[in-house]
């Protein structure tokens, strides 16, 4: 059986359903999926999760991310991003510091307005189809942080930066927002994910490698534990009655932990005496018990 997390480094013009029907083909693993959807006409990091990796999706999701975009000025669409139907072009005369200056105005907590493109759903309808259908939707602005933007390029017609935001932030709808702002209008022209959490794109391997190393059997090499998702939770190996209460989901004492590596948080990652990772759990500081979340089957 394999389980466990995959960093896989999406192509241009696939979607990021495409990437697990790929790898799902590959390494012949039934259940697959990914941790943070990638639109088609961006590149990078693209979390895979294999088998029982697949448990821990909504405890994940709070990641911050960190992307490289390329905005062009001037510009309007109706995807926000250079795929979309133009809606109106007009001349931009921006400076540098002018930029500098409207990119300074989103740092922090924002509200965003999801785009009409996008999988959020409207009475169970994902956006985009009603979208093509020519329909538009009030949608209620939700509030992301951008934790850090940094202008990387910059010409007359078009910027680059790299930003770090919180998870659910659509950097198309920054773009336009940035557009907004400036009086200029504004579309995504290349988007790339380098970061999810603690995991990084330099790690990542791209399909056409993976599609390689499965033929020659070396693919595990690129499968990384399951109990890696969460490397900022601490590590806790329990006594053998405590290692069965766990397995079972059952509440764990305190005094079934044989080790702990770590400080307090607030989850744990519980194992066995054998280093068989048996489930994410949450301390019961008053009952003095861990109380298991996500198990794993062994």
Do not use: W
């Not at 029982?52 to 911050?64: N, V």
């Not at 062009?72 to 809606?87: A, I």
């Not at 979208?131 to 951008?146: C, D, F």
């Not at 290692?243 to 744990?268: I, M, Q, S, T």
């Amino acid at each position: 059986m394999i389980a466990g997390l995959l960093l896989l480094d999406k192509p241009q013009d696939a979607s990021s359903f495409d990437m697990v029907r790929e790898v799902k083909g590959i390494l012949k693993v039934k259940k697959v999926g990914h941790f943070g959807t990638l639109d088609p006409m961006a590149t990078g990091l693209l979390l895979i999760a294999l088998d029982q990796a697949t448990k821990f999706f909504d405890l994940f999701q709070e990641r911050s991310k960190t992307y490289r975009a390329t905005v062009e000025l001037g510009v309007c669409t109706d995807t926000y991003d250079m795929t979309g139907t133009v809606l109106r072009r007009k001349s931009v005369s921006v400076s540098e510091g002018e930029l500098k200056e409207a990119l300074n105005r989103f740092l922090g907590d924002i509200l965003q307005v999801p785009p009409m493109f996008s999988a959020k759903k409207h009475q169970g309808q994902p956006l985009y189809k009603l979208a093509r259908e020519g329909k538009s939707i009030e949608r209620e602005p939700v509030k992301v942080r951008i934790e850090s933007l940094n202008l990387t390029e910059f010409s007359s017609s078009s910027f680059s930066f790299d930003v770090t935001t919180s998870s659910g932030t659509y950097i198309r709808s920054l773009a336009n927002d940035i557009g907004e702002l400036l009086g200029t209008g504004a579309a995504l022209s290349a988007l790339r994910r380098i970061r999810i959490g603690d995991f990084h794109v330099e790690h990542a391997i791209t399909l056409e490698d993976l599609r390689q190393s499965a033929e020659e059997e070396n693919y595990l090499r690129y499968i990384l534990p399951i109990e890696s998702i969460f490397p900022e939770f601490p590590k806790i190996i329990l006594t053998p009655r405590g290692a069965v209460l766990a397995a079972n989901g059952a509440k764990v004492p305190l005094e079934e932990v044989a080790k702990v590596e770590g400080v307090r948080a607030d989850y744990f990652k519980l194992f066995d005496d054998e280093g068989r990772f048996l489930c994410l759990a949450k301390p019961d500081i008053p009952q003095r018990v861990f109380r298991p979340v996500v198990m794993l089957q062994h």
